[in-house]
Antibody, heavy 124, light 110 residues
């Protein structure tokens, strides 16, 4: 069974850096074809893809947020970490991580399963 | 404003069929056969229902089906059940550094 779970602060102040951890089990990021993606969803709004990390250390970023994002992995702990700098109130959202198993094409493409999500509020 | 366009809401009665559309461009849906659909209940994580336009992950009911024509993809749910009431989001492969999503459609089962 594959599971993912997000962890990190639920409240950050404007201008601070957000660091979120995705802890997963049931697959290995050392295995060819595996990837983990991060997403966010502001309350009542649509999903937005943020970044991907692949088994071969390839990383992909949403161009509109690339300057603020860093995605990395800790293989020893089966974790993928996302950092987002200069947080603002408009960044308040539920953040999700999800697994991407490459099939026909390297993504970002489709993701399954997803973590439960973590609501991050940006407020002073 | 989302990259892909979905109707804000659709509704149907139990047992009926409904279709949710997802309109993109020639840069995404129109070029690639990699459309996916997600179901999301309030306060819950998205669940993959369809990938690669019309493929169902293991465990997803065959009442859910997907299709595509030109720049528009569709999700059809047949034999509506009350448990199908949720939000549905579409997305499409569009290159190595982007993944457009639709704004989401709220399905109400009357």
């Amino acid at each position: 069974q594959i599971t993912l779970k997000e962890s990190g602060p639920t409240l950050v102040k404007p201008t601070q850096t957000l660091t979120l951890t995705c802890s997963f089990s049931g697959f290995s990021l050392s295995t060819s074809g595996e990837g983990v993606g991060w997403f966010r969803q502001p309350p009542g709004k649509a999903l937005e893809w943020l970044a991907n990390f692949y088994w071969d250390d390839d990383t992909r970023y949403n161009p509109s947020l690339k300057s603020r994002l860093t995605i990395s992995k800790d293989s020893s702990k089966n974790q993928v970490v996302l950092r987002m700098t200069n947080m603002d109130s408009v960044d308040t959202a539920t953040f999700y991580c999800a697994r991407e198993r490459i099939s026909m094409i390297r993504g970002p493409n489709w993701f399954d399963p997803w973590g439960q999500g973590i609501l991050v509020t940006v407020s002073s | 404003q989302s990259d892909l366009t979905q109707p804000a809401s659709v509704s149907g009665s139990p047992g009926q069929s409904i279709t949710i559309s997802c309109t993109g461009t020639s840069s995404d849906i129109g070029t690639y056969n990699y459309v996916s659909w997600y179901q999301q209940y309030p306060g819950k994580a998205p669940k993959l229902m369809i990938y690669d336009v019309n493929k169902r992950p293991s465990g997803v009911s065959d009442r859910f089906s997907g299709s595509k024509s030109g720049n528009t993809a569709s999700l059809t749910i047949s034999g509506l059940q009350t448990e199908d009431e949720a939000h549905y989001f579409c997305s499409s492969y569009a290159g190595s550094t982007t993944l457009p999503f639709g704004g989401g459609t709220k399905l109400t089962v009357l």
